[in-house]
C-alpha cells in the first residue's frame, strides 16, 4: 500500500522512509512528487495543523496520506516556538535565522534551557483517521554543533546525551526522535489496521 507523506523536507522524508522500511506500506513524500504544495497551517496545536494537512493533501491526491505537525517548545520562552516553529524568525528565514533567533531570547535567561520536540502525526485515508504524539525533551544550547539535523537539531542536547541531534547518526536519532516516536506508533497502528483488511 502506497501512504503519500505530506513533506516537502527532504530530511523528514528520509526519517519516515527509514521508520517504515522494514513494513508493507510504501512512503513517497510531496518532496518525490515534486510538489510544492503549501497547505496554510491556521490550527492553534499541532494537532490541528496535522489534521488539517492530512485532510488536504488526501483530497488533492486521493491516496492515503501521513502528515505531522511537528515543533519545539521551550519552557522559558513559554512554549515558543510551538507552531511557529518553521517560519519563528519570519517567512522566509533559514535553520539558522531561527537558531540564532532562539539563541538570542535566552540569552538572558539561567541554564539550562529546557525544552521538547513534539510531533504530532495523523493518518487519512478518505474513512480512516488516526492519531500519534511523540515527545524528546531536552535541552537548548548556546552554540550549533553538527551537520546532520536540520531545523532546530543543531542546538538541541536530548536528555541523557552530550551530543546535538545534529551530532548523531540517522540510526541513532531514529532510535530517539519526535517524529520516529509518532511514526512508530502510527506504523503499529496501522499495521493493525491492515491486519483486519
Do not use: W
Not at 503549501?38 to 495543523?49: I, K, S
Not at 532510535?175 to 483486519?196: D, F, G, P, Y
Amino acid at each position: 500500500m502506497k501512504i503519500l507523506f505530506a513533506t516537502q523536507n527532504k530530511g523528514k522524508a528520509e526519517e519516515v522512509k527509514a521508520l517504515f522500511a522494514d513494513s508493507p506500506f510504501e512512503i513517497i513524500s510531496l518532496y518525490d512528487l515534486g510538489n510544492s504544495i503549501d497547505v496554510p497551517e491556521t490550527g492553534a496545536t499541532f494537532q490541528e495543523n496535522a489534521h488539517i494537512k492530512a485532510k488536504t493533501i488526501y483530497k488533492i491526491y486521493n491516496v492515503p496520506v501521513i502528515a505531522d505537525d511537528s515543533g519545539l517548545a521551550i519552557e522559558q520562552l513559554d512554549g515558543r516556538p510551538g507552531v511557529y516553529s518553521a517560519r519563528y524568525a519570519g517567512e522566509k528565514c533559514t535553520y539558522d535565522d531561527n537558531n540564532i533567533k532562539v539563541i538570542t531570547e535566552l540569552k538572558d535567561f539561567p541554564e539550562p534551557h529546557r525544552a521538547k520536540f513534539i510531533s504530532y502525526a495523523v493518518f487519512y485515508d478518505g474513512k480512516n483517521e488516526i492519531e500519534a504524539i511523540g515527545e524528546l525533551n531536552g535541552r537548548i544550547i548556546k552554540e550549533p554543533r553538527g551537520k546532520n539535523g536540520f531545523g532546530y537539531d543543531p542546538i538541541f542536547i536530548p536528555d541523557g546525551f552530550d551530543k546535538t541531534i545534529s551530532e548523531l547518526e540517522l540510526d541513532e536519532k531514529n532510535k530517539i526522535s519526535h517524529r520516529a516516536k509518532s511514526i512508530a506508533q502510527m506504523k503499529e497502528q496501522l499495521m493493525k489496521l491492515h491486519e483486519r483488511k
